[in-house]
């Protein structure tokens, strides 16, 4: 009796511990990007040059994504309203991670003017100017957002590189265009998007929807910006309305935001037309809402 008691004893011991012991396998990320438009018809295409992805694990620190083959150089623009580039899909560590880190082939400020830089804007007079990195800045670009790689599961992730806000322009003799990127990651399968289209909008003008989190927009928002900053800056995202007076804000997270509708005249800002508040985005489908400039 003693010795089925110890080995029943034994036999639960062991479960006990196997039940403690963390789970471990691999999943997959499968990383696409996606671009917020610059408010500036101007440009013509904004290339950057990506020449190694990392990941980063809490236990592990930074891993860098072995399956990406940089360089690989991407026009932004061509990557807005809902349009993505697939990265590649890598087999990771199942468990949490909480940055991305990009390489890019960038010139540092400061360095001179490079004559093939990896990053540069193009205007549609044909004309390029490159894009610089701040000093320092050579140890990668990080886009902040926690997920998840399920074991045995693959997560998509679409890492939104918002050019509006990443792209500066220095004065004085020194003239450069300077390239902080802004960079969310969004979890695919819990976004949304808001569309819509918009009427009677003032003659000569083009039409900016930028989206704010429900009460995050404030007047000073609209303010002419400091050097090396940007108006609007705690935009969420923002789209520039097409020809056919359409709008169109993707890879937005579930929750109620608020439209600041603004103008622009002659490719520069011209004020702010009003605002819809409380627009609801729900994981996975389009909001529709339509602007009428005269009511707002």
């Known amino acids: 009796m003693k010795k089925l008691f110890f080995i029943i004893s034994a036999v639960a011991l062991t479960l006990f511990f196997a039940s403690c012991t963390k789970e471990t396998g691999t999943g997959i990320l499968k990383l696409s990007l996606t671009d917020s438009p610059v408010d500036a018809e101007n440009v013509a295409g904004v290339y950057i040059t ?17 399956g990406f083959e940089g360089p690989q150089e991407f026009d932004l623009l061509d990557l807005t309203r809902g349009e993505t ?6 087999e990771l560590e199942g468990g949490k991670y909480t940055q991305i880190r990009f390489m890019l082939d960038a010139p540092e400020f400061g360095g001179g003017k490079p004559v093939n830089p990896g990053c540069y804007i193009e205007f549609k007079d044909e004309t390029t100017e490159p894009l610089f990195v701040p000093s320092g800045a050579q140890s990668g ?4 957002g926690a997920f998840s790689v399920p074991i045995n599961g693959t997560v998509e992730i ?3 590189f918002d050019v509006r806000k990443s792209i500066v322009e220095t004065g004085g003799m020194a003239h450069r265009y300077i390239l902080k990127p802004v960079i969310r990651l969004v979890v695919e399968n819990e976004a949304g998007s808001i569309s819509g289209n918009v009427i009677n909008i003032p003659e000569d003008n083009g ?11 404030a007047e000073g928002e609209a303010a002419d910006p400091e050097e090396e900053a940007t108006r609007f800056p705690n935009a969420v995202s923002s789209d520039m309305v097409c020809e056919l007076g359409k709008y169109h804000i993707a ?19 011209g004020e702010v037309l009003g605002i819809i ?10 909001t529709t809402q339509d602007i009428d400039i005269n009511e707002l």
């Open 277 to 286: 508040e409380d627009v609801e985005v729900e994981s996975r489908k389009m």
């Open 158 to 160: 679409t890492a939104d």
């Open 251 to 269: 890879f937005l997270a579930e929750g109620t935001y608020d439209l600041v509708v603004t103008s622009l005249v002659d490719d520069e800002f």
């Open 141 to 144: 670009f990080k886009a902040v």
């Open 207 to 217: 039409v900016v929807v930028y989206a704010y989190a429900d009460g995050e927009y």
């Open 50 to 66: 990506i020449n190694e992805i990392q990941v980063h694990n809490p236990a592990e620190g930074w891993v860098t994504l072995e």
């Open 85 to 90: 580039s697939l990265l590649g899909s890598f």
